[in-house]
Every structure is written in structure tokens, then in C-alpha cells.
């Protein structure tokens, strides 16, 4: 497509339950992120994949978070026994290359906004 | 850790007037990138600078780079009300993430 594409925009979920939220990159970028925003924090790395690999998985904030990344693609973030505290925009960005050498400019998608009752 | 540390973190302008931000960072790093964010809206990117002594140019914005003195600046021309957003300034750690400024709330009043 054009642009990374997020989805849903918007999710409305109860403590406690999971939800998966998806992101597709700009076609033929090879690398791919998960960022996180909220009032209190900004805005947090939460994950890297670079094709369907995860070499930095630092930003998840604890094991009730995982992404995966498919066919060097489609990503899934996955958050299990969401928590108020998770609520938050979260952000998928993705770029051509990446590595010291590279020009990594990303390029942002629109957001899923995650509130946790 | 890297830090990366703007200011002011918030901006009232009055149209026409000069000003300027300033994006501090903690490491060694020649590759910064500047975002604009509009209300409920996501990341656009402004400027990429790759090298000391980078200057670029868009309309009435105007980003530089000193990497020795591990500070950039974005400097606004004679605002105009469509420049109220939120601007984040943001390093490459090791070519595989961000890390972001808090962000400077910009509003441009007539």
C-alpha cells in the first residue's frame, strides 16, 4: 500500500482480556517497529523486527507482551491480561533498511488507540 | 542509555515571529530526525539529518545538526497558525530505534 496501515484504529477492551493489534508495513520495507505512546511515558520503543526476525525486543514492558512478523510483512502485537496501565496509542512505523550504515528514516502509521476499562 | 532531551516542552508563538527548539542528545550519534504531530494524529516526518553540520530546509522550518555538540535546532520563520503541532526530535540508537524527545507543544496565535 501507500502507507503503513494500522488496524483496529481503535480498541476498547475490559482488564484482563487479550488483544492483538495489527500493522502492514509499506510494501517491500524490510524492517518494521513497534512504538508506544501515552500521556505519561511519550513516546517508547517497544520492539524491532527486521524481516520476520525480532533482533531487539528490549521496549516490551513485561512477558504479557509479543509481536510476531509473518512472510516479512504483516505484524501482530499481541497484549494477554491487558491492564489499565497498557492503555495508550500505540505506533507502527516501518523503513526500508536498518543497521549503522543505513538511512533509516520510518515512516509512521496512524495508530491503534488502546484503552483498557 | 541514550537521552534525548527538548526544549521548551511547550510554545506560544504569536504569527510572524521567530523562534526555535532545541534537541539535546546523550550520545554519539550522527543521524537525528524531526516528526511533526497533529492532534489525534500520526507521525509525519519533516527533516532527516545524517552528518555534522547538516542543514535542511522546508518552507518556514529549518533543522541543523552539530553532532560534536550533540545538538540540533529547528528553527521556525515568521509562524503561521498552520505550524501549531506538536514537533518530536528523535536519535537513531545503533540503526535499529528511536529514541524520542518529550516533544514541544507549538501554538501559533494570530
Known amino acids: 500500500g501507500a502507507g503503513v496501515s494500522q488496524s483496529p484504529s481503535n480498541k476498547v477492551t475490559e482488564k484482563g482480556k487479550d488483544v492483538e493489534l495489527r500493522c502492514d508495513p509499506i510494501?517491500?520495507?524490510?524492517?518494521l517497529y513497534w512504538y508506544r505512546q501515552s500521556l505519561g511515558q511519550g513516546l517508547e520503543f517497544l520492539i524491532y523486527f527486521q524481516g520476520n526476525s525480532a533482533p531487539d525486543k528490549s521496549g516490551l514492558p513485561s512477558d504479557r507482551f509479543s509481536a510476531e512478523r509473518t512472510g516479512g510483512s504483516v505484524s501482530t502485537l499481541t497484549i494477554q491480561r491487558t491492564q489499565q496501565e497498557d492503555s495508550a496509542v500505540y505506533l507502527c512505523?516501518?523503513?526500508?533498511?536498518?543497521?549503522?550504515?543505513?538511512?533509516?528514516?520510518?515512516?509512521f502509521g496512524p495508530g491503534t488507540r488502546l484503552t483498557v476499562l | 542509555e541514550l537521552k534525548v532531551e527538548q526544549n521548551p516542552l511547550f510554545l506560544s508563538m504569536q504569527e510572524g515571529k521567530n523562534y526555535t527548539i532545541y534537541c539535546n542528545y546523550s550520545t554519539t550519534s550522527d543521524r537525528l530526525y524531526w516528526y511533526r504531530q497533529d492532534p489525534g494524529k500520526s507521525l509525519e516526518s519533516l527533516f532527516v539529518?545524517?552528518?555534522?553540520?547538516a542543514v535542511k530546509q522546508e518552507g518556514r522550518l529549518m533543522a541543523s545538526l552539530d553532532t560534536k555538540a550533540r545538538l540540533s535546532t529547528l528553527h521556525i520563520t515568521a509562524a503561521v497558525h498552520d505550524l501549531s503541532a506538536t514537533y518530536f526530535c528523535?536519535?537513531?540508537?545503533?540503526?535499529?530505534?528511536?529514541?524520542f524527545g518529550a516533544g514541544t507543544i507549538l501554538r501559533v496565535k494570530s
Open positions: 512505523a516501518s523503513s526500508s533498511d536498518s543497521g549503522l550504515a543505513a538511512y533509516n528514516e520510518q515512516f
Open positions: 539529518l545524517l552528518s555534522n553540520g
Open positions: 528523535a536519535v537513531d540508537e545503533y540503526g535499529n530505534k528511536l529514541v
Open positions: 510494501s517491500g520495507h524490510t524492517a
